[in-house]
């Protein structure tokens, strides 16, 4: 039996602990960081409730090995939330439009959708479907899980909108000033 | 569904992967990506010794053109595929080819050289590099060497690399022109659902030039037990004008040359009747890519 200690930063923590070396990575944050929001749903790579953000980009953690995130960052649904409990728009927004009923893809699919958003911030309803074409939910039918990511990619654009709005007034404010 | 003990190696140079792999032999695979490799372990259909991870090596994540192919690093993942003007501009048949492969969350870990090395005949870039008629390159403790892809695939899961060499890059033929200037290719996929495997696949690439056909290869998917080049396809095509008698006299000839197996995807003859299907609609698509600049890749699978 192979192992080594391996540090992975979740959510902006470091956590280190000594794994064995055919440890995956949904184990390694279910069990060794204790985060059980990520969920196994299928263990055959095949319903992306364990996708979680690995440096950023989207991934089933139930097909990687802990061992390939050693001094790499993750991000996983309880890192979502501000720390006074303020939702993340995509939290929010499937909370405001049902985007859910047993839960258990859920962490999965706002994971996917925060990358996917990422990546394209103004996706259409198509891209959305083809976005998390790779998260399996037995309860929805999607729709709602669609208007979810759409409240929040609009919410997330008008924050957007409104910080650049207040920067372009700063910037002006400044200029004035300037002889 | 926990994978057999194994060693894990994270090399950082070449030189040290090529090293463990000499030293480490059969006993060892290779990691790239790991989204077939891991599934195979966690079912213990593969139960390596030690696992060589090649996600640490500089140097093996590039598109680029050059010296008249399109260059591509083993560990570009296949979003990568997805996110580049480049593909999605110039080489159609790989654009359709990243867009159905498994599903996003795979494409953002799965790797263009695993996919090759892997030698699934059900995997998609078999198809599509047959029909490119793509070259590998190999790098071994001897050097490098190149491998036409007509001569890759060897068996079922069987490549013909070397025990100690490692897949470095994918070359595919640069098109002569601009889109729309007389090469065209598409890639046609059927499969149950998103992410699973193809019931059949037909790869196409091929040159019109002054209404003839005068070039072209095609791949199929998972309807053989090593991935198939569809050579009476291509000579139904070749020095023909385009026209549905002759896209459907492909077709006709892939079903016959295809070998495909019975399983939950459906019987044989419904395989062949797919595989007759799909190839008549993806010769025409790459007819109207090559002869059209508005036909072009991207947007709606």
Request: proline letters at 4%; a negative charge; hydrophobic letters at 40%.
């Given at each position: 039996m192979s192992s080594r200690s391996i540090t992975v930063t979740i959510n902006g923590e470091a956590v280190t602990r000594e794994v064995e070396d055919r440890t995956l990575l949904v184990h390694f944050v279910r069990e060794d960081a204790a985060l059980t929001g990520t969920h196994i749903g299928c263990d055959t790579t095949s319903c992306g409730a364990c996708t979680v953000l690995l440096e950023g980009v989207a991934v089933?953690?139930?097909t990687a090995f802990a061992v390939?995130?050693?001094?790499?960052?993750?991000?996983?649904?309880?890192?979502?939330?501000?720390?006074?409990?303020?939702?993340?728009?995509?939290?929010?927004g499937f909370w405001e439009k049902h985007g859910l009923q047993c839960g258990y893809c859920t962490p999965g699919m706002i994971m996917s959708a925060k990358h996917l958003l990422e990546k394209n911030p103004n996706p259409t309803e198509e891209e959305i479907r083809w976005g998390i074409s790779g998260n399996?939910?037995?309860?929805?039918?999607?729709?709602?899980?669609?208007?979810?990511?759409?409240?929040?990619?609009?919410?997330?654009?008008?924050?957007?909108?409104?910080n650049v709005g207040r920067n372009e007034d700063e910037a002006a404010a400044q200029q004035e000033v300037t002889p | 569904m926990i994978p057999g003990s194994f060693t894990y190696h994270a090399p950082t140079t070449m030189d040290d992967a090529l090293a463990l792999l000499g030293s480490l032999g059969e006993?060892?695979?290779?990691?790239?990506?790991?989204?077939?490799?891991?599934?195979?372990?966690?079912?213990?259909?593969?139960?390596?010794?030690?696992?060589?991870?090649?996600?640490?090596?500089?140097?093996?994540d590039y598109l680029r053109e050059e010296g008249g192919f399109l260059c591509i690093g083993a560990m570009t993942r296949e979003s990568a595929l997805d996110d580049s003007p480049l593909v999605q501009q110039r080489y159609p048949l790989l654009a359709d080819t990243a867009r159905v492969i498994a599903d996003p969350l795979v494409r953002n870990l799965a790797t263009v050289g695993g996919n090759i090395a892997h030698a699934d005949p059900a995997n998609d870039h078999p198809a599509t590099m047959l029909?490119?008629?793509?070259?590998?390159?190999?790098?071994?403790?001897?050097?490098?060497?190149?491998?036409?892809?007509?001569?890759?695939?060897t068996d079922l899961f069987e490549n013909a690399l070397a025990d100690d060499e490692i897949l470095t890059e994918v070359r595919i033929p640069q098109p002569h022109g601009q889109p729309g200037a007389g090469d065209g290719g598409a890639y046609l996929k059927i499969e149950r659902k998103v992410g699973d495997y193809a019931i059949s696949a037909v790869a196409v690439n091929l040159r019109v030039s002054a209404g003839i056909v005068t070039h072209a290869r095609i791949g199929l998917t998972n309807v053989s037990p090593v991935p198939l080049r569809a050579t009476g396809a291509e000579q139904a095509l070749i020095g023909k004008a385009p026209s549905d008698e002759v896209f459907?006299?492909?077709?006709?000839?892939?079903?016959?040359?295809?070998?495909?197996?019975?399983?939950?995807?459906?019987?044989?003859?419904?395989?062949?009747?797919?595989?007759?299907v799909l190839t008549k609609r993806a010769v025409g698509k790459a007819v109207e890519r090559a002869t059209s600049p508005e036909a072009q890749a991207g947007g709606a699978a």
């Open positions: 089933k953690s139930c390939q995130a050693h001094g790499k960052s993750v991000e996983t649904i309880e890192g979502m939330a501000d720390a006074d409990g303020t939702l993340h728009p995509l939290q929010e399996l939910c037995r309860c929805t039918g999607y729709n709602k899980i669609v208007e979810a990511i759409q409240y929040a990619a609009e919410k997330i654009n008008s924050q957007s909108a409104e | 006993d060892a695979k290779i990691l790239a990506g790991g989204q077939s490799l891991i599934p195979a372990m966690r079912f213990r259909l593969a139960v390596p010794e030690h696992l060589i991870d090649i996600g640490g090596l500089e140097g093996l029909a490119y008629g793509a070259t590998v390159i190999a790098r071994g403790p001897r050097g490098e060497r190149t491998i036409a892809i007509d001569d890759f695939f459907e006299a492909a077709g006709q000839a892939a079903a016959g040359e295809c070998d495909p197996s019975p399983d939950l995807r459906g019987s044989v003859a419904y395989k062949r009747d797919l595989t007759r």
